[in-house]
């Protein structure tokens, strides 16, 4: 962190005042963008995704919950795994209290490849209440570039974040949404992926705005599972 400048009170709120029309340029800007997604054009489901829940099989539409939009959070979770990946756990930190968008017609909904007696474990260890299902042995994960195969991950490229990249993972992160019509049919609107998750992780928000930032050399090196932050290094791990 290099050493700040120091200036009267006076200096401070010029500076201050001159950011602060950048910052309402950004604003103004983030809600064009918002509006644009939400004018993107839809895709109709035609396939029917089954899930292993806590309470039984559901379809898809069923994950809605009467209400009529879906977000999909597709967690690092693959069969086997002895834990979910540490950003995705970081991600699923901040979902908190969902019922501000239950009542706003919005149900948000955690997916893994992993069978669900592993995601309850998983679940159990981190102490986490959201709804999180398992698509294990359904296309769901792989029909949204989240989830590759052996074959794929050999080519040594894998459609991901729209374009062929050589990620080498055979999990990935993003964010899908769904939007259910009042005759049941079932649209995909929008999903984003890598760090266009961002935006709803709100402690990147609060490190924005410190002195030091996110202070990291790579993204999210800092971060651990909230459980081995007191750990001994050889407790933790990335994924597998």
């Not at 967690?75 to 979910?84: A, I, Q, T």
């Not at 402690?203 to 599972?225: C, H, Q, S």
């Amino acid at each position: 962190m290099e050493p700040a400048k120091i200036v009267s009170r006076e200096e401070w709120l010029a500076a201050r005042t001159a950011l602060l029309a950048k910052e309402k340029e950004f604003t103004h800007r983030r809600d064009q963008l918002s509006a644009e997604r939400r004018a993107l054009p839809w895709v109709k489901v035609e396939k029917e995704y089954v899930f292993d829940t806590p309470n039984g099989r559901k379809t898809l539409a069923d994950l809605f919950e009467g209400r009529s939009q879906l977000v999909v959070d597709h967690f690092m979770l693959g069969p086997g795994w002895k834990e979910g990946c540490v950003g995705c756990s970081f991600g699923a930190d901040h979902m908190g209290n969902l019922v501000h968008l239950e009542h706003h017609d919005v149900t948000v909904v955690v997916v893994s490849r992993a069978p669900l007696a592993e995601i309850e474990a998983y679940r159990k260890r981190m102490g986490w209440g959201f709804t999180w299902v398992s698509s294990y042995g359904s296309d769901f994960n792989y029909d949204y570039h989240v989830s590759f195969t052996k074959d794929e991950l050999a080519m040594g490229e894998v459609y991901y974040n729209y374009a062929m990249t050589k990620e080498g993972f055979d999990e990935l992160p993003g964010l899908s949404v769904f939007y259910k019509d009042e005759a049941g049919e079932v649209f995909h609107t929008y999903s984003s992926y890598a760090r266009g998750n961002e935006e709803v992780i709100g402690a990147f928000i609060y490190l924005d705005i410190t002195p030091k930032g996110r202070n990291e050399t790579e993204i999210m090196d800092w971060v651990k599972r909230h459980d081995e932050y007191d750990a001994s290094p050889d407790a933790q791990s990335c994924c597998h």
